[in-house]
Nanobody
Framework: QVQLVESGGGLVQAGGSLRLSCAAS????????MGWFRQAPEKEREFVAG????????LYADSVKGRFTISRDNAKNTVYLQMNSLKPEDTAVYYC??????????????WGQGTQVTVSS
């Protein structure tokens, strides 16, 4: 059974930083994409960042480009999201996801339970 477990969420002031981690188990994602989506209250789930675990291709949402960095550790089957210069509008539940293909649409195959990120002004 595939499991994606997020950690690292919390409360931070605007301008601060957080690092999210997502550890995968149940299968190797070395040939897959892993990424992050987020969902704020009463809003649709949106793509944040994604990476091909085999290396090479990374995608970011325009709203986070230059502030967030996605990285991977294939040996640990883990993906990270370093979030800097956080803004109140980044407040959301952040979900880790895994999929055969890398894309911005939220129709990915595997999902974590989510971790809350709250940015105070």
């Amino acid at each position: 059974q595939v499991q994606l477990v997020e950690s690292g969420g919390g409360l931070v002031q605007a301008g601060g930083s957080l690092r999210l981690s997502c550890a995968a188990s149940g299968r190797t994602f070395s040939g897959y994409a892993m990424g992050w989506f987020r969902q704020a209250p009463e809003k649709e789930r949106e793509f944040v960042a994604g990476i091909l675990m085999s290396g090479g291709r990374i995608l970011y949402a325009d709203s986070v480009k230059g502030r967030f960095t996605i990285s991977r550790d294939n040996a640990k089957n883990t993906v990270y999201l370093q979030m800097n210069s956080l803004k109140p509008e980044d407040t959301a539940v952040y979900y880790c996801a895994g999929n055969l293909f890398l894309g911005r649409s939220p129709n990915w195959d595997y999902w974590g339970q989510g971790t809350q990120v709250t940015v105070s002004s």
